[in-house]
C-alpha cells in the first residue's frame, strides 16, 4: 500500500513490537487497520485504492499474508454481512461483471472458498440476483461477505460503485493514496485490434461455449469418457489452451479473454465434480450418441407439472394456452409422447396447427399405448370430419373402436352415423296390394257356391 507516511508507520510498529506484540500480529493488524481504511475510502465516487506492488524501496510497506484475507477481516469489521444485505438486497437486477486478477495464478490469489466460486460464475451470470442464486448454500452472511469482498477488491463490478450506497467515513489520517480510475480501461478484455487473432479467437471460443453444457466446453465427445478420471484428463487438455499464464505477454484483451476462458473451464470442471451430475450428464450424452430422447427426473417432474396445467386449460377448452403448454412439457421432457400428441390436438383445435399437417404428424407418432392411440385415431376421425371426408373420418372411428371396443367418443360418432342413416332410408314395403286390400274377408266363388248347395 503506498503510504505518505511509511517511516511513522513503520516506526508505529516498531514500538508495538518493542513493547511486547508478536510482530506477525502487529503486522496483521496494522495491515486491517490499512484496510478498513481503504474501505472507507472508497466511499468517494469515481476513486479506488490502487494497490501498488512495484513502487520503488521506501514508499512501500510490504504488508503480511494476502491482502485479500486483509480485506475480508477489515470488510467485517467495516461492514457486517447483515450492513451487506441490506444495502444490496434490493439491487439484485443490477448487471455485474467479474474480473479475473491477471498477476498470479488462481491457487495464488488468496480468495476464500466462497469467493473464488462466487467470481467463477460471476463470468457466467449478468445480474446479481442470479450470482446469489447460483451460490451455494443460499444468501447466507458467507455469500454476502464474498459478494462485499469481491467489490472491496474491483474483482467485481456491481452497476456502479458499492461506495454510493454503503457507510462513508472520512479516515482519521489521510494515509491512503487514491487515484481515480478511467472506468473505459478497465473493460474485461477491453476492445481488441482487428488483427490481434489470439484475441478474436479467445473471443469466439468464449462466446459459443457461454452457456454449453460443461462436458462440452471440456472437449468431450464421448461418454466413456464421462468419469472423474476423464473430467480431469480434459480439464488438463483444455487448461493448455487457456491457462493465462500462457498469455502473459499477448495483448491485454487476449490476456483477460484467457481468464474468461479459464474461469469457464473452472466452472465446467466444478459442475461436474458431483457425482449425481456426472452420471446424469453421462446418461444424456448415451441418448444422445444413440439417437433417443432423454429426461433427467427432475426433467420429468417439471414436465408433469406442466401438463396438469395444461389439462386444466384444455378442459376450460382454452386451446390456446393448452398448446403453448403442451408444447413446454413436449420440450422440458421429450421422451413422453403424449405430450406430443396433445401439443398436436390442442394446436389444431386452437387453429395454430392445421388439420391436415396435424393428421400426419399424429400417424408418424411411436410408441404409444394403447388406450391412447385409441384416443389419437379418435381425433385422426374429428379432423377429417371437420374437413369434410367422412368416409376417412368413420374408418379412423372404427380404428378406435377396434383397438378400444368401449371407446366412448368413437362409438357415439358411429350411433349418430347410424341413426341419420335409418331417418333418410324409405320405409320398407309391406307386401299388401290393394286388391288384396278390398278383398279381405270376402268369400270366393266356389266357396259360395258350396254354401248355397
Known amino acids: 500500500v503506498v503510504s505518505k507516511d511509511a517511516q511513522g508507520l513503520m516506526a508505529a510498529l516498531g514500538a508495538a513490537i518493542g513493547a511486547g506484540t508478536d510482530p506477525e500480529t502487529a503486522m496483521t493488524a496494522a495491515g ?3 484496510a478498513r481504511a481503504a474501505i472507507r475510502a472508497t466511499g468517494t465516487e469515481g476513486a479506488m485504492v490502487r494497490f501498488v506492488p512495484d513502487e520503488p524501496q521506501g514508499s512501500v510497506m510490504t504488508l503480511p499474508g494476502r491482502l485479500p484475507r486483509l480485506l475480508a477481516a477489515a470488510a467485517r469489521k467495516e461492514r457486517p454481512a447483515p450492513a451487506i444485505r441490506s444495502m444490496l438486497g434490493g439491487r439484485r437486477k ?16 488468496g480468495l ?9 460464475d ?109 473430467v480431469e484428463a480434459a480439464f488438463r487438455a483444455q ?14 484483451p487476449a490476456q483477460a479473454l484467457a481468464r474468461r476462458c479459464f474461469a469457464r473451464l473452472g466452472l465446467a470442471k466444478e459442475a461436474l465434480a458431483d457425482v449425481d451430475v456426472l452420471l446424469e450428464a453421462r446418461q444424456r450424452m448415451r441418448a444422445a450418441e444413440e439417437g433417443r430422447p432423454y429426461a433427467s427426473a427432475a426433467e420429468q417432474q417439471r414436465a408433469r407439472l406442466i401438463a ?46 392445421e388439420g391436415a399437417q396435424a393428421e400426419a404428424a399424429m400417424l408418424e407418432l411411436k410408441s404409444m399405448k394403447m388406450g391412447q392411440r385409441a384416443d389419437l385415431m379418435a381425433t385422426v376421425g374429428e379432423i377429417r370430419l371437420r374437413a369434410g371426408d ?59 257356391g258350396r254354401s248355397e248347395k
Not at 321 to 339: F, G, I, N, R
Not at 408 to 423: G, T
Open 94 to 109: 443490477s448487471s455485474i461483471q467479474a474480473r479475473f486478477p491477471d498477476d498470479a495464478p488462481e491457487s495464488q490469489w
Open 239 to 252: 487448461s493448455a489452451n487457456f491457462h493465462p499464464d500462457i498469455y502473459l505477454t499477448a495483448s491485454k
Open 122 to 230: 460471476g463470468a457466467r451470470v449478468d445480474t446479481l440476483g442470479e450470482l446469489l442464486g447460483a451460490a451455494r448454500g443460499g444468501e447466507t452472511d458467507e455469500v454476502w461477505a464474498a459478494v462485499d469482498l469481491l467489490l472491496c477488491l474491483g474483482l467485481l463490478e456491481l452497476g456502479e460503485s458499492i461506495g454510493g450506497t454503503g457507510r462513508i467515513v472520512e479516515p482519521e489520517r489521510d494515509d491512503i493514496e487514491i487515484e481515480t480510475i478511467d472506468a473505459a480501461a478497465e473493460e474485461s478484455d477491453g476492445g481488441a485490434e482487428q488483427g490481434d487473432e489470439e484475441a478474436n479467437s479467445l473471443r469466439a471460443w468464449f462466446e459459443e461455449h457461454r452457456t454449453s453444457d460443461p462436458w462440452v466446453v471440456l472437449g468431450i465427445d464421448d461418454s466413456e469418457q464421462m468419469t472423474s478420471e476423464g
Open 32 to 34: 486491517v487497520g490499512i
Open 112 to 120: 476464500p472458498p466462497t469467493a473464488l466460486r462466487l467470481l467463477r
Open 390 to 448: 367422412e368416409n376417412g373420418a368413420y374408418a379412423a372411428f372404427e380404428q378406435a373402436i377396434e383397438i378400444n371396443p368401449e371407446h366412448v367418443d368413437a362409438r357415439r360418432r358411429m350411433r349418430l352415423r347410424d341413426m341419420r342413416q335409418s331417418k333418410s332410408e324409405p320405409p320398407a314395403r309391406s307386401g299388401l296390394s290393394l286388391k288384396g286390400l278390398f278383398s279381405f274377408g270376402k268369400k270366393s266363388d266356389d266357396s259360395r
Open 308 to 353: 396438469k396445467r395444461a389439462d386444466v386449460a384444455a378442459r376450460k377448452k382454452q386451446w390456446g394456452e393448452a398448446h403453448k403448454l403442451w408444447m413446454e412439457a413436449k420440450q422440458v421432457d421429450p421422451t413422453e409422447v403424449s405430450y406430443e400428441w396433445f401439443a398436436l390436438k390442442t394446436g389444431w383445435q386452437s387453429g395454430d396447427i
